[in-house]
T-cell receptor
Framework: GQQVMQIPQYQHVQEGEDFTTYCNSS?????IQWYKQRPGGHPVFLIQ?????EVKKQKRLTFQFGEAKKNSSLHITATQTTDVGTYFCAGHSGTYKYIFGTGTRLKVLA | ETGVTQSPTHLIKTRGQQVTLRCSSQ?????VSWYQQALGQGPQFIFQYYREEENGRGNFPPRFSGLQFPNYSSELNVNALELDDSALYLCASSFQTGPNSPLHFGNGTRLTVT
C-alpha cells in the first residue's frame, strides 16, 4: 500500500539555525499537505501544495513539492522556540484519504 | 466558527471492553475522518464518513466501526478492546471528501487499555 516516509525522525537545532524535513511517497500524489503538532496537541494544517514543482512561503517557512509529485520538503529559516513540535506531511493520491508521514520532531535549543 | 470537539478527553478501559468516542465537526463541514495516533507515530487513517455513509476505510479490523449523524457529528466504536488499541484518537472534519480539503482536527481522546 501507499507509504509516506519522512526524514529525519528527530532534529535538534540551536535557535537561529535552519531546519529542513523531507517527505517521500511510494506513489505519485495528487497533492500534499503539511501539518504541525505541538507537544500534547493535535495536528494543525499549515499549507497545501498541488502543482508539480510548486513552492510556497509562509514567513520563515518554505514548502516545496517535487517535480514528480512524489516528494516534498519543509524548510524553516532561523528557527525560533515557537517552532518546536512535530511536522507531518500528508499525501493524497486521489482516493478518499490522506496518508500521514512518519513525522519529524523538532526541538529548538535557546 | 465552532471548531472540532471530541469527548471524552481521556478514557481508561479494560481489555475486552467496548468504547464509544464522540466528535462534533466544525460548522459547515460535512465530512468526518477518524485517525489513530500511537505514541511517537503519525496519525493512521481509520475511516471517513460523508453524508452518514462510510466513504473509505483504512487497515483496521471490523471491531472498529463508526456512525455519522444528520448534523454531521460522528462516533467511533471499538469492540473487544486490545492493549494495542491504546492511542490518541483524532477526529478531523473537512468541507468535502476529496483532495484540496484541509483536515481540521479536534484535541483527541486519549484511550488507555489495561
Amino acid at each position: 500500500g501507499q507509504q509516506v516516509m519522512q526524514i529525519p525522525q528527530y532534529q535538534h537545532v540551536q535557535e537561529g539555525e535552519d531546519f529542513t524535513t523531507y517527505c517521500n511517497s511510494s506513489t505519485t500524489l495528487s497533492n500534499i499537505q503539511w501539518y504541525k503538532q505541538r507537544p500534547g496537541g493535535h495536528p494543525v494544517f499549515l499549507i497545501q501544495l498541488v502543482k508539480s514543482g510548486e513552492v510556497k512561503k509562509q514567513k520563515r517557512l518554505t514548502f516545496q513539492f517535487g517535480e514528480a509529485k512524489k516528494n516534498s520538503s519543509l524548510h524553516i529559516t532561523a528557527t525560533q522556540t515557537t517552532d518546536v513540535g512535530t511536522y507531518f506531511c500528508a499525501g493524497h493520491s486521489g482516493t478518499y484519504k490522506y496518508i500521514f508521514g512518519t513525522g519529524t520532531r523538532l526541538k529548538v535549543l535557546a | 466558527e465552532t471548531g472540532v470537539t471530541q469527548s471524552p478527553t481521556h478514557l481508561i478501559k479494560t481489555r475486552g471492553q467496548q468504547v464509544t468516542l464522540r466528535c462534533s465537526s466544525q460548522s459547515g463541514h460535512n465530512t468526518v475522518s477518524w485517525y489513530q495516533q500511537a505514541l511517537g507515530q503519525g496519525p493512521q487513517f481509520i475511516f471517513q464518513y460523508y453524508r452518514e455513509e462510510e466513504n473509505g476505510r483504512g487497515n483496521f479490523p471490523p471491531r472498529f466501526s463508526g456512525l455519522q449523524f444528520p448534523n454531521y457529528s460522528s462516533e467511533l466504536n471499538v469492540n473487544a478492546l486490545e492493549l494495542d488499541d491504546s492511542a490518541l484518537y483524532l477526529c478531523a472534519s473537512s468541507f468535502q471528501t476529496g483532495p484540496n480539503s484541509p483536515l481540521h482536527f479536534g484535541n483527541g481522546t486519549r484511550l488507555t487499555v489495561t
